[in-house]
């Protein structure tokens, strides 16, 4: 198979160039092809005629989306847009990243892929708008929404609060947010078995099982063997400029009817601190 990613110099984009091997793949960052630029997508994907193309570029800050919201909607929606329409011309598969934030956060059982869109923030109405738009112009594309993703090779919570024990006695972390945590290793092999599946429609691909910020730092600090203590905070207490969703865990029921299974995320994490200090 031929493979286009794009966002490869990202925390997935990176892991996704680790972890595949066997077929024909070109990794591209915004400079080779910004996914705003519609002519400039259609030439690479033209030049390239990818079986698949990756789409894990996103403009991830969602505190900054909340700031910048032109520039979220433009490449999150409008961006994600030009790529579906060049995978359409192109006769390409599109796998396209989307996130937990299209929820509200107000159930407390598992979303599944049919439940509602009802996102709180400008970066999860960014996705949830691109996902309407991608199944209007190529409805067999496939939409794997996955979240709280750590890894190497880039800024994440793990990475965040390592660095913080390393400094700091007490960290006071969140306690009323639950979701499921996801090594970008982990994400990219599943990635890998949809594309050799020819998946197609919506897919939540996280690890298995869930908890708090909180209760992930303190497996963080644990793991890590730091002395720190973690205390469980709330939301209102950390105010961030975007809300997040209260429970946002995700049923891997979608991912398992492609016959992929993930790893719990106590062992996510303890690979992925492996993988830090080597
Ligand atoms: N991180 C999470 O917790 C999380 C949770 C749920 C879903 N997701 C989704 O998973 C995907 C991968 O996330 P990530 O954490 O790996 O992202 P990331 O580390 O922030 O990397 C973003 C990537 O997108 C590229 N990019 C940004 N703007 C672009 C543009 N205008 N044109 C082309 N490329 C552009 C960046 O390229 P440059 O390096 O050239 O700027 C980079 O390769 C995204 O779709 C994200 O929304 C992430």
Redesign the pocket.
């Known amino acids: 198979m031929k493979v286009t990613i794009?966002?490869?110099?990202?925390?997935?984009?990176k892991a996704l160039l680790r972890e595949w091997s066997g077929d024909e793949i070109v990794g591209l960052?915004?400079?080779d092809?910004?996914?705003?630029d519609a002519d400039k997508v259609r030439e690479v994907i033209n030049e390239a005629r990818p079986d698949w193309i990756v789409?894990?570029?996103?403009?991830?800050d969602v505190d900054g989306c909340e700031t910048h919201q032109d520039l979220a909607f433009s490449?999150?929606r409008d961006?994600a847009l030009n790529v579906a329409k060049a995978a359409s011309e192109a006769g390409a598969r599109l796998l396209f990243?989307?996130?937990?934030?299209v929820f509200d956060g107000k159930k407390t059982s598992p979303y599944e892929t049919a439940d509602a869109r009802n996102p709180q923030s400008v970066y999860g109405y960014s996705?949830a708008e691109a996902e309407l738009r991608l199944l209007e112009v190529l409805p067999q594309c496939c939409i794997a929404r996955?979240?709280?993703?750590f890894g190497v090779g880039?800024k994440?919570f793990p990475d965040t609060i390592l660095k913080l024990a390393a400094t700091r006695p007490v960290l006071d972390v969140v306690n009323d947010q639950v979701g499921c945590p996801t090594y970008?290793v982990d994400l990219a092999r599943a990635i890998t078995q949809l594309c050799r599946k020819y998946a197609r429609g919506i897919v939540h691909v996280t690890n298995t099982g869930h908890c708090s910020w909180f209760g992930f730092a303190r497996e963080i600090v644990r793991g890590a063997g730091l002395a720190t203590e973690v205390r469980p905070v709330t939301s209102q207490q950390m105010a961030r400029p975007a809300p997040r969703p209260a429970y946002s865990v995700l049923s891997r029921a979608s991912l398992n009817q492609w016959g992929i299974t993930m790893p719990q995320w106590q062992d996510a994490l303890q690979r992925y601190l492996r993988e830090r200090i080597s």
């Open positions: 794009l966002g490869a110099t990202g925390l997935l984009g960052s915004s400079r092809a910004d996914i705003r789409l894990a570029a996103a403009y991830t490449v999150n961006g990243l989307s996130s937990d934030y996705k996955t979240s709280w993703l880039g994440c970008s």
